[in-house]
């Protein structure tokens, strides 16, 4: 981003100056960016007074007399709070980045005009229920209710030198496709995949990229019963290598930009039933593994008005309470990891027809035109068939024509409307038919009552494809592989009060191959999952604090499962010795101070790229050494399942390596590694959370050096990619954190108001409040602050009164 670096350091230099020293009538001036937080307000758009109460810490309490004036409230205050962020998140949506940061940003533009997620959003707006428009048009007005107080601006609006433009309804839907983006992705696993042919053969890319290990646990280990599905054959195709690799380098360029897409992302959750709680009533919990930014991408609210009355995570820019609790049911979300995304290879002619089966169709031209900061407009044209956008349009170099075909660009989608519905619900019937709605992003959802019930749904569009399994490219010239409908919403995964008395999800597989549907190819791996079940079935009678030390819990399964294996290596030296010693005498804590944890960490990462980079070369470092779950999965095949010719380094002809020499090596790498990183060569006196720090970025002064310290957050932290506590690991900037429990929340079925939740930062999005980032060191800790629902709630006092 250096045309924006330029830019900026003549801008910032005296903002830069008046927040390192923190005095001065620059700095009073900068602080009425500040919201008011007490007193009343005139606004119009409101049938009464709409009160909003920010507690001790800062939450949210809205309270109107209707439904629309709840939403209104809570478009005001995520605008008093977050307008910054509102306003990036809309201009991603839109393609709209370029306005402000200039052509370092056109790329991505680019690519998200070619997707369409603007055209998909407006389409589903006009196709929308009334109730759900007048709700998204009292958010609007809320958003719009604020910026017509005239207020000065937050820093990141002056220094560049933006003035926001009214909220609109579609702002809002743009916003929540760019959620569905974030979490449904697997298009790039296709792309992977067809490089790792090319480079060692089907079978081996089979072998890199597992779907899941035999014996992970299952979401329902029951099953499910419907009836069986028509078998499907024909498999996808690779595309040439070059087209793999530019279409993995726009999808790197647009989650750099963006943030939105990591392959580290995931989520736990779990309800246990009363008969394991010291209550006799369920306990819920939940933490969305998310992308680490701030201000955080939740908002802390409570909503009251009409029918709503619910407490939880929203995300500023939608009116909706997206996790949490109501009066009568709570819910939790992780992402199920579904296959809603194929690429299908199209042949199209110089006059813009595309074939298909035998005959020509014409291809739809959209025009779109992306104006960018200090350079002329730049007009692209959009290419559409029958199976989606032409996002290989976007690069060069790409030999095939590849059509993207997405769930979340259907001409409908109520997912809104299901999220409204959920905040209504009062019981499991009422709850399950909001599921109906939702379309994107497919979702494990967790539920409990106060009655006592629990259950599990995994609701969202899920394609049923007349051939091929989703892991490859596929033929659009033919209609062999066409989506022919979405599995009835009766034979989604589901269950209720099951009889084991809990459910868990982790991102793991959800059900077994009895399952007649094609859910997904790529599961996270099962160590969480393992970990949260073992610690349920250690437990008894179970309460508050055993849930919020279990979202604590950074001791590694994957860990205790294959030291065995890695202490039985001849060490080359002291420091290979003293390695070792230290790890025959760890529990698999991935605690901040250990010295363990640290070589531990290293030795894996050695011992991955050791095994599996002389097969790959290059292509190892360009796109694998970044995954998390399929090498992690691989490894484990390696070293526990009896797949030991992965050890023999093919480099090395006339010698056949066994795996104890290539971990031998493979531990003096690591050890190397991680010295460099400590500072320190002695393995005894390492900590893990000296190199392991989360990072929580800023758009875009994170990419800004003179800004970075003022706008950024850093903290030392424990854990690693499959703890419960989950702490991924970055190894391209060894051994930083990038993603993180992105929100955390136990609620207590017996007493709503015991319930407790947490999110990253800060409630503020701007750098000037004292609420920016005060959350980051509790977060830290994994405390939790009151989710205060009933009862007179103290704290500053904000009316909002009709003109």
Not at 656 to 662: F, Q, S
Not at 741 to 764: C, E, K, V, W
Request: some cysteine; overall charge negative.
């Amino acid at each position: 981003m250096r045309l924006l670096k330029r830019l900026l350091l003549w801008l910032v230099l005296g903002l830069v100056i008046v927040l390192a020293f923190g005095a001065g009538g620059g700095y009073l001036w900068l602080r009425q960016s500040l919201p008011k937080t007490s007193g009343e307000i005139r606004v119009s758009g409101i049938s009464g007074p709409v009160t909003i109460v920010r507690d001790s810490d800062g939450v949210a309490h809205i309270t109107g007399a209707t439904e629309t004036d709840a939403a209104f409230g809570l478009g005001f205050v995520h605008a008093q709070d977050r307008l910054w962020q509102m306003e990036v998140q809309r201009r991603i949506g839109h393609g709209r980045l370029s306005e402000i940061f200039g052509a370092t940003t056109l790329n991505t533009d680019r690519f998200l005009r070619t997707l369409g997620v603007a055209r998909a959003a407006r389409s589903a707006l006009e196709r929308l229920d009334a109730e759900t428009v007048t709700i998204l048009d009292a958010y609007a007005a809320g958003v719009n209710a604020f910026l017509a107080t005239n207020p000065m601006l937050p820093p990141e609006f002056l220094i560049l030198g933006v003035k926001p433009e009214p909220w609109q309804p579609i702002d809002s839907l743009v916003w929540a496709k760019m959620m569905a983006w974030d979490l449904g992705g697997n298009w790039s696993d296709e792309v992977m995949r067809s490089l790792l042919i090319a480079q060692i053969g089907a079978e081996d890319a089979d072998f890199l990229m597992p779907a899941y290990t035999a014996d992970g646990p299952l979401i329902l280990p029951e099953g499910v019963p419907v009836q069986p599905a028509a078998s499907t054959t024909a498999p996808g195709v690779a595309i040439q290598p070059a087209t793999a690799q530019a279409m993995l380098d726009l999808w790197e360029t647009v989650h750099l930009t963006t943030g939105l897409g990591n392959r580290l992302a995931g989520s736990n959750n779990w309800v246990i039933g009363g008969a394991r709680t010291a209550s006799g009533k369920p306990l819920l919990v939940n933490d969305p593994h998310l992308g680490a930014r701030i201000p955080s991408i939740w908002y802390l609210a409570h909503m009251q008005g009409g029918a709503l009355n619910s407490i939880g995570a929203t995300f500023p820019g939608l009116p909706a309470v997206v996790i949490g609790h109501n009066e009568r049911i709570a819910w939790g979300v992780t992402n199920t990891g579904p296959d809603v995304q194929d690429l299908y290879i199209e042949r199209i002619d110089a006059q813009n027809y595309v074939e298909y089966n035998g005959r020509r169709e014409p291809v739809t031209l959209i025009s779109e035109t992306i104006n960018v900061k200090d350079a002329e407009p730049v007009t692209l044209t959009v290419r559409i068939t029958r199976h989606g956008p032409i996002i290989s349009d976007v690069t060069s170099g790409t030999g095939e024509t590849l059509a993207f075909r997405w769930t979340a660009l259907d001409e409908e989608d109520a997912t809104l409307r299901a999220f409204l519905n959920i905040n209504r619900a009062r019981n499991w019937e009422e709850f399950t038919a909001a599921l109906r709605d939702l379309k994107a992003p497919m979702q494990n959802f967790v539920y409990a009552d106060v009655e006592g019930n629990i259950g599990y749904y995994a609701p969202g569009a899920l394609p049923i494809r007349r051939n091929g399994d989703g892991t490859l490219p596929v033929p659009g010239w033919t209609d062999e592989y066409e989506w022919v409908g979405y599995v009835p919403f009766e034979e989604l995964p589901h269950v209720y009060n099951p009889p084991q008395g809990y459910i868990v999800t982790a991102n793991n597989r959800v059900v077994g191959n009895e399952y007649p549907y094609l859910m997904g190819t790529s599961w996270a791996a099962p160590y969480r999952a393992q970990r949260i079940i073992e610690l349920i079935e250690q437990g008894n009678r179970l309460t508050v604090a055993d849930m919020r030390a279990m979202l604590g819990d950074v001791v590694s399964v994957q860990a205790r499962e294959l030291l065995p294996v890695m202490l039985a290596v001849q060490p080359a030296g002291p420091r290979e010795a003293a390695a070792l010693e230290l790890l025959r005498g760890w529990d698999g804590a991935m605690r901040g101070d250990s010295a363990a944890a640290a070589v531990f960490q290293g030795y894996y990462y050695a011992a991955i790229e050791t095994i599996f980079a002389d097969e790959l070369r290059d292509l190892y470092e360009r796109q694998y050494q970044s995954e998390r779950d399929f090498p992690a999965m691989a490894l484990r095949a390696v070293l526990l399942d009896g797949r030991s010719e992965w050890c023999d380094n093919v480099t090395t002809i006339a010698v056949t390596e066994d795996c104890a020499t290539t971990l031998a090596k493979a531990l003096t790498r690591g050890l190397e590694a991680m010295a460099d990183a400590q500072g320190e060569s002695d393995p005894t006196r390492w900590r893990w959370d000296r190199v392991h720090q989360a990072v929580f970025q800023h758009t875009p002064f994170s990419q800004v050096g003179a800004l970075r310290g003022v706008f950024e957050r850093r903290i030392p932290n424990g854990g690693d990619n499959f703890t419960v506590n989950v702490a991924p690991v970055r190894i391209t900037e060894p051994y930083l954190q990038y993603n993180v429990p992105s929100y955390r929340q136990i609620i207590d079925l017996n007493d709503l108001n015991a319930s407790r939740f947490m999110h990253t930062t800060g409630q503020s999005g701007n750098v000037l409040s004292s609420r920016y980032s005060d959350y980051l060191e509790r977060w830290q800790r994994v405390e939790d602050i009151p989710m205060r629902f009933s009862g007179a709630i103290e704290g500053e006092r904000l009316v909002l009164a009709g003109e």
